[in-house]
């Protein structure tokens, strides 16, 4: 019996947006679940694509086995059964038997079985439904049947509202509890919606086009340059999105509202490629292509600092237009509607392959991040025009381009002629403007960018690169200042640590080496140590959360008892070694180090402690699972009596003094801020910083001497601020915050929105201190 199109149409739309709204929702759901595990390091993000990446290949090769070898009724009762399995899972959760992540390389292989006995089942099934329902749809008597790929257009939109949704609705307004029960309940209500378009395809007369393109088994069928071709188109900007992600990430906060503007972007190219008359035309975005490459190689290589967040949108948008361009192609040669599956199959492999060479095999060879560069040049390769020249002009063209490439890339030049400032910037600039002039040539541009990079990489303008370390919770670098006067540690873009080499004459300093950079002795973190003692007495025990060069080991004396708590084996490995940095050697040698993520470590714990640090920033962005009301509750249950837990939360980017002063009222404490101003003895110059933290005690006279000074100032929670805890979290509020403090004009203009009101919750329950 024939079906009315229109409701035939409505029901696999509402499926098919439905499903893909699911897949792309729990996506940041359950990596925000994970992310405690792991530190809040943004390479759990990283593994969290390659593990959905591979779940969407295997659900689209079972669709096309599905739809290939089984179709008809079968194929719907199969899905149907796969589909009630999933409920097994409901609501989602972490597997508590998985165990406790490692420490070393081997993180990302135990983040990726988690992600397997977690939601593997559920992914896999919402992962098939995208083809297998454009399949369904296909064998309908639908006028559209024949070509259904505008589905996928849809699919992409519920895809991307999921996603852009989250950090702006979902996540300020929900917890992590209401969201795993809300999405349970969605799940059942699709099930239903696929039964339905089970029947409806059951009972609809196949239409003459479908049957005539299914009965055509010759007619444009792949090759196996179709599907290298998808593979790569595909590949390239799924690498790419890694990619960008990690690198936003690293600047301002492993969360979901950092994660989800890329991913969303790139669904966003899907939807537009695959319309019918595309809202941004595919020649219009090949046209303006190489403007965004050539601004996005020229910040990159000229390390461009300033404006952060006008960087960040460059590098979003470039992403954007590079992707746009390379799905535009893979959208130009698709098949017919007969290979849907398989082409489905083919671009889902390639984007595993863009997730794992970016997300797992990058991180493990190369010690910077060079895959970055490497994909911009690759994605070049894939606009259209690529091939050899083939009139008197062109190749003429080439010849010069080939002959400059040559010179700058042989080895050696670089160090050799590019040595100041000055000549690097004119050099560059040179090449920048050659790359314009050959945009329209793919190899020769992809070849003066890939110098430009080269270039970039070679020169050291007033430091020296002593060594780079890639682990998987981070790039870390080491350098010294041209003078040799410091050695300086640096995670992704931030200073975490320097040791001053020689005095202001030029001498070797011998022994225990001068307290720098946070850690100087007049420093916020130096006056509360100070502080603590003389309350104390006599020895203090103090942990501190976040090792770094080692630097804090300097404040003990002969019998304190110091540990620290660190969570990159790489990091203990650098500051234990002398060749690199000294303090612990000069200092305290014997110094107990944990490994581990420090919530996991501290829970287990029986230690108290006078002083609580925690100083455990990734570059600049901030461990938002160590800044919850439940990881305060941890660290009061290790503190001693009169004890104070202090964090450090210097950020370029984020207000999160009063986001500390929530989560210790929350626990029952009292909090005092310390942001004064640089002094005369804090100059950037010399690695003498200023800093901002936050001490948090059970009562005020814990505080002791740091009561009566004036540099610390009381703080107390905002009663339009949400707390933070392991549901909740707000980043785009802090993010705000940060700007109004920067802009105060900005507070007159635009009045802050108030966050979701909430209770007061009331105490977390503490053991009693030892």
């Not at 739309?13 to 359950?30: D, G, K, N, R, T």
């Not at 980043?731 to 929105?753: F, M, N």
């Amino acid at each position: 019996m024939p079906s009315h199109p229109a409701l035939l149409l409505r029901v696999y739309a509402a499926a098919i947006f439905l499903s893909a709204a699911l897949l792309f929702a729990v996506q940041p759901m359950f990596t925000k679940m994970v992310l405690p595990r792991l530190g809040g390091t943004p390479s759990v993000w990283s593994v969290a694509m390659v593990f959905f990446q591979a779940m969407l290949l295997a659900g689209y090769a079972y669709a096309h086995v599905l739809t290939s070898y089984l179709p008809g009724k079968r194929a719907v009762l199969v899905h149907l059964g796969v589909m009630a399995a999933a409920t097994l899972f409901l609501p989602l959760s972490i597997a508590s038997w998985w165990g406790n992540p490692p420490a070393d390389a081997t993180a990302a292989i135990w983040l990726l079985g988690l992600f397997a006995v977690s939601i593997g089942l559920p992914f896999f099934a919402l992962s098939a439904n995208g083809p297998l329902l454009q399949a369904w749809f296909a064998r309908t008597d639908h006028p559209a049947a024949a070509d259904p790929y505008f589905l996928y257009a849809a699919s992409n939109i519920g895809s991307f509202l999921a996603l852009i949704s989250y950090p702006f609705a979902v996540e300020p307004l929900t917890t992590l509890g209401q969201q795993r029960w809300t999405w349970a309940l969605f799940f059942l209500l699709l099930i239903a919606l696929i039964a339905w378009c089970g029947e409806l395809m059951r009972r609809s007369p196949r239409s003459a086009a479908a049957i005539a393109l299914e009965d055509d088994d010759t007619a444009s069928a792949p090759t196996w340059r179709d599907a290298a071709r998808w593979v790569m188109l595909a590949a390239i900007p799924s690498a790419l999105l890694i990619s960008v992600t990690a690198h936003i990430s690293t600047d301002v906060a492993a969360a979901p509202f950092m994660w989800v503007i890329p991913l969303a972007l790139y669904l966003v190219t899907f939807v537009i490629v695959f319309q019918t008359h595309p809202i941004l035309p595919h020649k219009s975005m090949v046209a303006i292509e190489p403007l965004f490459i050539v601004a996005l190689a020229g910040v990159m290589v000229f390390e461009m600092r300033q404006y952060m967040f006008a960087i960040l949108a460059l590098y979003v948008l470039a992403f954007f237009v590079i992707t746009i361009v390379c799905h535009g192609e893979l959208s130009r040669h698709r098949p017919p509607a007969r290979h849907l599956t398989v082409f489905y199959m083919w671009m889902s492999a390639g984007g595993v392959i863009g997730g794992i060479f970016a997300g797992l095999i990058a991180p493990n060879i190369f010690h910077s991040v060079v895959e970055f560069p490497a994909l911009v040049v690759l994605a070049i390769l894939c606009r259209p025009g690529l091939g050899l020249p083939t009139d008197t002009r062109k190749r003429l063209l080439w010849l010069g381009v080939v002959a400059v490439v040559a010179i700058a890339a042989y080895p050696g030049i670089a160090d050799r002629y590019v040595t100041d400032e000055r000549t690097f910037n004119w050099t560059i600039g040179a090449m920048l403007v050659i790359a314009g002039i050959v945009s329209g040539e793919p190899l020769p541009f992809a070849a003066v960018i890939a110098v430009v990079f080269i270039i970039g990489m070679a020169y050291k303008p007033d430091s020296e690169v002593r060594e780079m370390m890639r682990s998987f919770f981070g790039v870390h670098k080491i350098t010294e200042t041209s003078d040799g006067r410091f050695r300086v540690f640096l995670h992704g873009t931030t200073i975490h640590g320097a040791e001053q080499l020689r005095d202001d004459k030029g001498e070797p300093i011998a022994g225990r080496p001068p307290m720098i950079t946070y850690y100087h002795p007049n420093s916020p973190m130096g006056v509360t140590v100070k502080a603590v003692r003389q309350r104390v007495g006599g020895p203090i025990r103090v942990a501190v959360v976040g090792l770094g060069t080692g630097t804090f080991a300097c404040f003990a004396e002969p019998g304190d008892s110091f540990k620290f708590y660190e969570i990159d084996a790489s990091v203990q490995k650098m500051a234990r070694d002398p060749h690199y940095f000294s303090y612990l050697t000069e200092c305290a040698p014997d110094v107990p180090i944990v490994l581990g993520d420090a919530r996991l470590t501290l829970a287990q714990s029986e230690d108290q402690y006078d002083l609580m640090i925690l100083d455990a920033f990734s570059s600049d962005a901030i461990p938002i699972h160590l800044m919850t009301r439940e990881a305060m509750a941890i660290y009061l249950s290790r503190l001693a009596p009169h004890g104070i837990v202090l964090m450090h939360i210097s950020n370029r980017h984020m207000e999160l003094a009063s986001v500390v002063a929530g989560i210790a009222h929350a626990n029952g404490l009292t909090s005092r801020v310390n942001n004064r101003a640089a002094r005369d003895d804090e100059e950037d110059v010399n690695y003498v910083f200023t800093s901002t933290v936050v001490i948090s005690a059970r009562e005020d006279a814990d505080f002791a001497t740091l009561g009566d000074d004036a540099d610390w100032r009381v703080i107390s929670p905002d009663p339009h601020q949400r707390i933070w805890t392991d549901d909740y979290s707000n980043v785009v509020g802090a993010i705000l915050r940060q700007y109004k403090k920067a802009h105060p004009q900005a507070q007159a203009e635009e009045p802050e929105q108030p966050e979701a009101p909430q209770d007061e919750p009331a105490p977390v329950p503490q053991p009693k201190p030892q």
